[in-house]
């Protein structure tokens, strides 16, 4: 955990962050204040829909972006959200904050991409390597294949964002990179001939999780109940038809402010992807967490052994398990 000053900065910088969606008010309760650690896009818009099926029961919800993961996360901590969109893994560990996570959003599907001049991980050593951010699921990447390659990157840099990593890439600002799935092959197209894909990591861990503070959750539980079991449903049929996604889209109006083109990609972004596992029908639980331990051990972002970390200590596993069994195994 960084110091109580650098908390304090992240907390204030939070709350100048600006809501950009606002769900329309269904009861007299007050809203569902969810942290974004990221914009809401083509990749996030599985999670707004849910929230608005979620909506359709009853739950009001308003949802903020932040421009990291870790101010999400931090909004949690200090009370600004009730819900966060994140990997709080680390920070639960170091801090033990009452943090627990309630569904896997999505994984760590992930792709090295590199100038063409590095032949193979080895020639990458003592090389510069760009990052999303510092902590983040790009580094833990990094670190296990450096680990298992017997290399030491050179210079870190960090540039969040894997499409503003991709234009770094094209204008030769860095040479290495990793990219998530749909900028790995915007950039293959544009400039296969200068790029390519090294081997990546074989078994994926969480990249996103729905998670919220252990008391909330509890004072909370049939709202919370709602949610998970709105997004339970809501990647089953995207993991049973990617097309679905884009066309629950167009009948909400969701994302309607995007470019033509952005929206074009939303079916092929979420077909690619589930065949790519980075989705799963299951919402994880108690099997993910333990994946989860034995990746973020062995990048060195937890403290292990893994085996020895408990699920509970995590997960907050009751709404899951109660969405599971309203819907059906």
């Excluded at 990593?165 to 200068?194: P, Y």
């Amino acid at each position: 955990m960084r110091a109580a000053s650098t908390r304090r900065d992240l907390l204030l910088a939070g709350a100048a962050a600006v809501p950009l969606l606002v769900g329309r008010r269904a009861r007299a309760a007050a809203k569902v204040r969810v942290a974004l650690g990221d914009v809401v896009s083509t990749e996030t818009l599985c999670v707004l829909i849910a929230m608005e099926r979620a909506k359709e029961r009853g739950v009001d919800y308003e949802m903020t972006s932040f421009s990291k993961e870790d101010l999400a996360i931090q909004a949690v901590i200090g009370g600004q959200a009730d819900l966060g969109i994140g990997t709080p893994y680390a920070v639960i560990q170091k801090t033990r904050v009452p943090l627990r996570i309630l569904f896997q959003v999505n994984r760590l599907v992930f792709f090295p991409v590199v100038d063409k001049a590095y032949k193979s991980w080895k020639d990458l050593d003592g090389q510069p390597f760009a990052f999303h951010a510092r902590g983040t699921g790009t580094e833990a990447i990094g670190n296990i294949i450096a680990k298992r390659e017997g290399i030491a990157f050179g210079q870190r840099s960090y540039v969040p964002g894997s499409e503003n990593r991709v234009v770094a890439l094209l204008n030769g600002q860095i040479r290495a990179t990793i990219l998530d799935l749909a900028n790995k092959n915007l950039i293959m197209e544009k400039a296969g001939d200068r790029f390519h894909v090294l081997p990546g990591v074989d078994r994926p861990a969480s990249d996103e999780t729905l998670f919220g503070n252990l008391e909330w959750i509890r004072a909370n539980r049939p709202t919370v109940d709602t949610i998970v079991e709105a997004m339970l449903e809501t990647w089953r049929q995207m993991v049973k038809d990617p097309e679905w996604v884009e066309a629950e889209r167009a009948r909400r109006g969701l994302l309607a402010d995007r470019p033509k083109e952005i929206l074009a990609g939303v079916t092929k972004f979420y077909r690619e992807g589930v065949a790519a596992g980075m989705f799963s029908a299951d919402g994880g639980g108690a099997e993910a967490a333990r994946a989860d331990f034995e990746f973020y051990t062995e990048a060195g972002q937890m403290q292990g052994p893994a085996g020895v970390l408990k699920v509970e200590d995590y997960w907050e596993l009751g709404p899951l398990e109660a969405a599971r069994k309203k819907l059906g195994a």
